[in-house]
């Protein structure tokens, strides 16, 4: 089945390491993205990627590292100057077929806790 | 800046009535809509999109408007059923380019038999 591959789905760090979420798609889509999702608050977008080897900066980026260096992947790096880490990771992919209007298809997350 | 408002309260109905929840915009004009549901510890899946010049959408049990005007959209569900409990979120074309959808924070359905 075509889907996103979050993993892991959980994991914890201590302040003051970078940390890595791995995101794999098999869907065949262009665009990538990353949200960050917290109690109460609306998803918001961390980085986005339209096309492999590119990739722009969201709402939220600071703090953050992207890479798409393949179409299926999108790892998203945490670094340690991210004041607020923990939180709830959503990568998410969509295809161009309906242009601005395509659906989101999203991964079932990494809940990232820092100590 | 762009705005979505849901009801922050968990709706509560019974088995069989209809769920009705709010999506609220300010200070933006969207082409299209899109409601979502999420279920605890797992990603959002897509359920309907509309379009600023549809009025209403359907798919099966669920149905959707668009109030340009009062710059709403509510989400139906009827005959709902227990199983329908979940996070259900709106999300609206946000300005700047490519997909770049603006999330608003979810209503908690719970549906009791």
């Known amino acids: 089945d075509g889907g996103i591959t979050q993993s892991p789905k959980y994991l914890f760090r201590k302040e003051g390491q970078n940390v890595t979420l791995s995101c794999e798609q098999n869907?065949?889509?262009?665009?990538m993205y990353w949200y960050r999702q917290d109690p109460g608050q609306g998803l918001r977008l961390i980085y986005y990627?339209?096309?492999?080897?590119?990739?722009q900066k969201g709402d939220i980026a600071e703090g953050y590292s992207v890479s798409r260096e393949k179409k299926e992947s999108f790892p998203l790096t945490v670094t340690s100057a991210q004041k607020n880490p923990t939180a709830f990771y959503l990568c998410?992919?969509?295809?161009?077929?309906?242009?601005?209007?395509?659906?989101?298809?999203f991964g079932n997350g990494t809940r990232l806790t820092v100590t | 800046s762009q705005k979505i408002e849901q009801n922050s309260e968990a709706l509560n109905i019974q088995e069989g009535k209809t769920a009705t929840l709010t999506c609220n915009y300010t200070n933006y004009s969207p082409a299209y809509l899109q409601w979502y549901r999420q279920d605890p510890g797992r990603g959002p899946v897509f359920l309907l999109l509309?379009?600023?010049?549809?009025k209403e959408k359907r798919k099966e049990r669920l149905k959707v408007t668009f109030d340009t005007t009062l710059k709403q959209s509510l989400f139906h569900i009827t005959a709902s059923q227990p199983a329908d409990s979940a996070t259900y979120l709106c999300a609206l074309d946000g300005s700047g380019g490519y997909n770049k959808l603006i999330f608003g924070a979810g209503t908690r359905l719970a549906v009791h038999p």
């Open positions: 869907l065949n889509h262009d665009a």
């Open positions: 990627s339209q096309i492999v080897n590119d990739f």
């Open positions: 509309i379009r600023e010049n549809e």
């Open positions: 998410a992919s969509s295809s161009r077929d309906r242009g601005l209007e395509s659906p989101l298809h």
